[in-house]
Protein backbone atom coordinates (compact mmCIF):
# COMPACT_ATOMS: atom_id res chain seq x y z
CA UNK A 1 0.00 0.00 0.00
CA UNK A 2 1.47 3.22 -0.76
CA UNK A 3 2.18 5.64 1.71
CA UNK A 4 -0.36 8.04 0.68
CA UNK A 5 -3.13 6.30 2.23
CA UNK A 6 -6.98 5.70 2.24
CA UNK A 7 -9.37 7.71 3.82
CA UNK A 8 -13.07 6.64 5.28
CA UNK A 9 -15.91 9.20 6.81
CA UNK A 10 -18.78 8.02 8.51
CA UNK A 11 -21.14 10.13 10.18
CA UNK A 12 -23.14 8.67 12.93
CA UNK A 13 -26.42 10.29 15.52
CA UNK A 14 -24.34 11.33 18.57
CA UNK A 15 -26.40 8.75 20.34
CA UNK A 16 -24.92 5.70 22.35
CA UNK A 17 -26.84 3.00 20.32
CA UNK A 18 -24.54 4.01 17.50
CA UNK A 19 -20.76 3.61 18.37
CA UNK A 20 -20.93 0.07 17.18
CA UNK A 21 -21.05 1.14 13.58
CA UNK A 22 -17.89 2.83 14.00
CA UNK A 23 -16.48 0.26 15.56
CA UNK A 24 -17.62 -2.49 12.70
CA UNK A 25 -16.74 0.50 10.45
CA UNK A 26 -13.07 -0.15 11.82
CA UNK A 27 -13.10 -4.17 11.59
CA UNK A 28 -13.85 -3.85 8.24
CA UNK A 29 -11.31 -1.27 7.33
CA UNK A 30 -8.55 -3.42 9.24
CA UNK A 31 -9.15 -5.83 7.36
CA UNK A 32 -7.84 -3.90 4.26
CA UNK A 33 -4.06 -4.57 6.06
CA UNK A 34 -4.54 -7.28 8.49
CA UNK A 35 -3.58 -6.45 12.03
CA UNK A 36 -3.28 -8.29 15.38
CA UNK A 37 -6.18 -9.38 17.42
CA UNK A 38 -4.53 -7.06 20.55
CA UNK A 39 -3.67 -4.18 17.91
CA UNK A 40 -7.20 -4.31 16.38
CA UNK A 41 -9.11 -5.13 20.14
CA UNK A 42 -6.91 -1.48 20.98
CA UNK A 43 -7.96 0.87 18.41
CA UNK A 44 -12.06 -0.57 18.97
CA UNK A 45 -11.42 0.52 22.33
CA UNK A 46 -9.70 3.81 21.79
CA UNK A 47 -12.55 4.52 19.20
CA UNK A 48 -15.55 3.96 21.60
CA UNK A 49 -13.93 5.92 24.26
CA UNK A 50 -13.48 8.98 22.00
CA UNK A 51 -17.11 8.01 20.32
CA UNK A 52 -18.44 8.47 24.08
CA UNK A 53 -16.81 11.32 25.00
CA UNK A 54 -18.97 13.04 22.20
CA UNK A 55 -21.73 11.69 22.99
CA UNK A 56 -22.18 12.24 26.53
CA UNK A 57 -20.27 15.76 26.31
CA UNK A 58 -20.86 17.23 23.17
CA UNK A 59 -24.83 18.00 23.11
CA UNK A 60 -25.82 18.15 26.61
CA UNK A 61 -27.77 20.71 26.08
CA UNK A 62 -30.40 19.30 23.65
CA UNK A 63 -29.25 15.62 22.96
CA UNK A 64 -29.12 15.89 19.23
CA UNK A 65 -25.98 15.97 16.92
CA UNK A 66 -23.48 13.86 15.22
CA UNK A 67 -20.38 12.43 15.43
CA UNK A 68 -17.61 12.32 12.60
CA UNK A 69 -15.22 9.47 12.29
CA UNK A 70 -12.63 9.47 9.98
CA UNK A 71 -10.18 6.78 9.52
CA UNK A 72 -6.82 7.26 7.68
CA UNK A 73 -5.18 3.60 6.76
CA UNK A 74 -1.34 4.51 6.11
CA UNK A 75 1.13 1.70 5.29
CA UNK A 76 2.94 2.10 8.39
CA UNK A 77 0.22 3.72 10.58
CA UNK A 78 -3.73 4.06 11.40
CA UNK A 79 -5.08 7.37 12.13
CA UNK A 80 -8.26 7.99 13.56
CA UNK A 81 -10.46 11.39 14.48
CA UNK A 82 -13.55 12.19 16.12
CA UNK A 83 -15.05 15.40 16.24
CA UNK A 84 -18.29 16.89 17.19
CA UNK A 85 -19.70 19.94 16.57
CA UNK A 86 -20.54 20.53 20.46
CA UNK A 87 -19.79 23.49 23.01
CA UNK A 88 -16.43 21.91 23.03
CA UNK A 89 -14.00 21.63 26.45
CA UNK A 90 -11.26 23.01 27.47
CA UNK A 91 -7.94 21.67 26.17
CA UNK A 92 -4.64 20.64 28.09
CA UNK A 93 -1.05 19.28 27.12
CA UNK A 94 -1.12 15.93 26.10
CA UNK A 95 1.39 15.04 28.76
CA UNK A 96 -1.55 15.20 31.30
CA UNK A 97 -1.42 12.39 33.95
CA UNK A 98 -4.47 9.90 34.78
CA UNK A 99 -5.06 12.14 38.05
CA UNK A 100 -5.94 14.90 36.08
CA UNK A 101 -8.42 12.57 34.02
CA UNK A 102 -9.89 11.55 36.59
CA UNK A 103 -10.41 14.95 38.15
CA UNK A 104 -12.02 15.69 35.01
CA UNK A 105 -14.48 12.86 35.73
CA UNK A 106 -13.60 9.44 33.47
CA UNK A 107 -10.35 7.55 32.14
CA UNK A 108 -11.39 7.93 28.57
CA UNK A 109 -8.84 9.87 27.63
CA UNK A 110 -6.23 8.26 29.68
CA UNK A 111 -7.21 4.95 28.15
CA UNK A 112 -6.69 6.30 24.63
CA UNK A 113 -3.69 7.53 25.44
CA UNK A 114 -1.94 4.19 26.72
CA UNK A 115 -3.55 2.37 23.88
CA UNK A 116 -2.54 4.33 21.00
CA UNK A 117 0.79 5.98 19.97
CA UNK A 118 -0.56 9.55 19.46
CA UNK A 119 -3.26 11.70 20.91
CA UNK A 120 -4.22 15.08 19.65
CA UNK A 121 -6.88 17.05 21.12
CA UNK A 122 -8.30 20.19 20.05
CA UNK A 123 -10.76 22.27 18.79
CA UNK A 124 -12.19 21.36 15.56
CA UNK A 125 -12.15 23.90 12.74
CA UNK A 126 -15.76 25.15 12.56
CA UNK A 127 -16.29 25.12 16.27
CA UNK A 128 -16.55 22.16 18.40
CA UNK A 129 -14.20 19.35 19.68
CA UNK A 130 -11.83 16.96 17.98
CA UNK A 131 -9.31 14.21 19.20
CA UNK A 132 -7.28 11.94 17.01
CA UNK A 133 -5.23 9.44 17.67
CA UNK A 134 -2.47 6.97 16.38
CA UNK A 135 -1.69 3.52 16.01
CA UNK A 136 1.67 2.66 14.86
CA UNK A 137 1.43 -0.92 12.64
CA UNK A 138 4.46 -2.89 12.53
CA UNK A 139 5.51 -4.69 9.28
Request: net charge negative; charged share 30%.
Amino acid sequence: MSDEGRSVRLTIPARPEYITLGRLALTAIAGVRPLSDETLHDLKLALTEACTNSVKHAYQEDGIGSVDIVYELHGDRLAVEVGDAGSGFETRDDTADVEGDLAEGGLGIAIIRAVTDEVEIGEREGGGSRLRFVKLLGD
